[in-house]
T-cell receptor, first 112, second 114 residues
């Protein structure tokens, strides 16, 4: 079956530091890949997505590239802000019913 | 544009009491609908999904049930809540074949069973 593995948190960074959150997946076929963000006390918001190999998703300074050869979709941001503090979930969607399979989430805390 | 709403946002229920969480989607038709649960300190678990009115698939055996009485309405229920039902419940939707299969989430409902 499908599975997503993302780096364990928590991750604590200083403002303006570089961020990488690793995500690898196992899936049959050609899944779509997503990063969702959950701010404290809120639901999940789509951060970015990629639907085929070598696609790069980007939003709000975050980027992730769909690497089929390494089955990875690592999240990066060049300079984090305090407002980026949240839980980040990597996910894939595959199969006829578009069910999402999530990683366990990575808590990011950015200190001023 | 499409929107999704779920309610109530927060509730505290005693063990053994019933539960009803509602979710509606606006601005689309025939969506796939999903209920996820996020337990404290854990990831997201898919509980139910529906591809049409009256069609419910359960992903895990549990104390909960789901119903889809209308095209854009999805209800999560329980006849008797357990302590282990506490968590953050998220409704979600997508349109088959659209937007790269992107799934969009509601605001979530915090359930505390006491």
């Amino acid at each position: 079956g499908n599975s997503v593995t993302q780096m364990e948190g928590p991750v604590t960074l200083s403002e303006e530091a570089f961020l990488t959150i690793n995500c690898t997946y196992t899936a049959t076929g050609y899944p779509s890949l997503f990063w969702y963000v959950q701010y404290p006390g809120e639901g999940l918001q789509l951060l970015l997505k990629a639907t085929k190999a070598d696609d790069k998703g980007s939003n709000k300074g975050f980027e992730a590239t769909y690497r089929k050869e390494t089955t990875s979709f690592h999240l990066e941001k060049g300079s984090v802000q305090v407002s980026d503090s949240a839980v980040y979930f990597c996910a894939l969607s595959g199969g006829s019913n578009y069910k999402l399979t999530f990683g366990k989430g990575t808590l990011l805390t950015v200190n001023p | 544009s499409q929107t999704i709403h779920q309610w109530p946002a927060t509730l505290v229920q005693p063990v053994g009491s019933p539960l009803s969480l509602e979710c509606t989607v606006e601005g689309t038709s025939n969506p796939n609908l999903y209920w996820y649960r996020q337990a404290a300190g854990r990831g997201l678990q898919l509980l139910f999904y529906s591809v049409g009115i009256g069609q419910i698939s359960s992903e895990v055996p549990q104390n909960l049930s789901a119903s889809r009485p209308q095209d854009r309405q999805f209800i999560l229920s329980s006849k008797k809540l357990l302590l282990s039902d506490s968590g953050f419940y998220l409704c979600a939707w997508t349109v088959a074949g659209g937007s790269g299969n992107t799934i969009y989430f509601g605001e979530g409902s915090w359930l505390t069973v006491v």
